[in-house]
T-cell receptor, first 113, second 116 residues
Framework: EDKVVQSPLSLVVHEGDTVTLNCSYE??????LLWYKQEKKAPTFLFML????IEKKSGRLSSILDKKELFSILNITATQTGDSAVYLC?????????????FGKGTKLSVKP | EAGVAQSPRYKIIEKRQSVAFWCNPI?????LYWYQQILGQGPKLLIQ????????DSQLPKDRFSAERLKGVDSTLKIQPAKLEDSAVYLC??????????????FGPGTRLLVL
């Protein structure tokens, strides 16, 4: 069965810290990996990764994919209280029985002032 | 650009009652998805539409859940009758189309359902 595993499940840090969120996957017919940020509303799109070793960056957030080792990381530098959210990792696949986007359970990040 | 709209935002019903959710995707997005997100879990796909046709409904509990997308735009998801385990957030998402370069899904705010 296709699965996406995120770690840690929750994390508490202080403002200014740097955090690394992990996402590993075991799927057939991998297409791409996506990161979303979910506050108390809709998941908002952060990154889509399709190629190994190419870092995607947006402000203080960056992400990279390793298709050989089947994982991705999401880095957040100089964290702020506004970064507090659940970060969801999802893998898009071709023709899966679970639909074409499989989500992990998320990492709940809490940033303390 | 307007995002995905959903209503209602919250709904509380008793078990065995019926409920319906509505979704209006981003204009021009051909693909629409309904997800169920139980507390502490990632979203799970219930049904995927391409225009007004169903692409994947393999995880939709068809004995109680139904969905339609008339005219390939708005969609409704219905639960009849509801069970306690249906308590969850129901997320609607849309994408331009399910192709590798145009498949990023954009989510609505969700409908939080509580079944008592």
């Amino acid at each position: 069965e296709d699965k996406v595993v995120q770690s840690p499940l929750s994390l508490v840090v202080h403002e200014g810290d740097t955090v690394t969120l992990n996402c590993s996957y075991e799927v057939t017919n991998f297409r791409s990996l996506l990161w979303y940020k979910q506050e108390k509303k809709a998941p908002t799109f952060l990154f889509m990764l399709t190629s190994s070793g190419i870092e995607k960056k947006s402000g203080r957030l960056s992400s990279i994919l390793d298709k050989k080792e089947l994982f991705s990381i999401l880095n957040i530098t100089a964290t702020q209280t506004g970064d507090s959210a659940v970060y969801l990792c999802a893998v898009a696949i071709y023709g899966g029985s679970q639909g074409n986007l499989i989500f992990g359970k998320g990492t709940k990040l809490s940033v303390k002032p | 650009e307007a995002g995905v709209a959903q209503s209602p935002r919250y709904k509380i019903i008793e078990k065995r009652q019926s409920v319906a959710f509505w979704c209006n995707p981003i204009s021009g997005h051909a693909t629409l998805y309904w997800y169920q997100q139980i507390l502490g879990q990632g979203p799970k796909l219930l049904i995927q539409f391409q225009n007004n046709g169903v692409v994947d409904d393999s995880q939709l509990p068809k004995d109680r859940f139904s969905a339609e997308r008339l005219k390939g735009v708005d969609s409704t998801l219905k639960i009849q009758p509801a069970k306690l385990e249906d308590s969850a957030v129901y997320l609607c998402a849309s994408s331009l189309e399910p192709s590798p370069t145009r498949e990023t899904q954009y989510f609505g705010p969700g409908t939080r359902l509580l079944v008592l």
